[in-house]
């Protein structure tokens, strides 16, 4: 049987997309996955910036989710966010499928999967996130 992540990927990247038609970017892929698979409703924050190159925006909209519902964990395991710098922001996110493997989308691509302990992310990589929910499940 396929991995769950071989559902996502292939779906386009689009900076105000929020679904498989009309594309998704780093954050709103997020929001698909955790409803699809965990039942857990995200807040997608489409329309509270103008341009994915908001980056102080996108970085505040992300400190703020992260303070309500993500605490920040050392050992990643699969559905935990990695969030990264771009430039001098964190202004992106991946899920995490397995310890040193996410699913992401970027830029002009497409969701796909990548390493996140080497490469070009692993200098950009700040820390992992567990939502709430989960972490009870964990506990």
Not at 56 to 83: C, G, K
Request: hydrophobic share 40%; with cysteine.
């Amino acid at each position: 049987m396929a991995h769950w992540s071989q559902n996502y990927i292939g779906i386009p990247h689009a900076p105000h997309g929020d679904d498989r038609e009309s594309g998704v970017n780093c954050w709103t892929l997020v929001c698909l996955i955790y409803r699809e698979q965990l039942g857990i409703n995200l807040p997608t924050y489409t329309g509270d910036f103008v341009s994915i190159d908001e980056a102080v925006e996108i970085e505040t909209l992300f400190a703020d989710e992260a303070a309500i519902r993500w605490s920040e964990v050392d050992a990643p395991a699969e559905y935990d966010l990695a969030i990264f710098r771009r430039g001098r922001f964190e202004t992106h996110v991946g899920i995490v499928l397995r310890p040193g493997v996410m699913l992401h989308v970027v830029g002009e691509d497409q969701a796909k999967i990548e390493r996140v302990d080497t490469g070009v992310w692993k200098p950009r990589l700040t820390r992992f996130l567990r939502h709430f929910e989960r972490l009870q499940v964990t506990a």
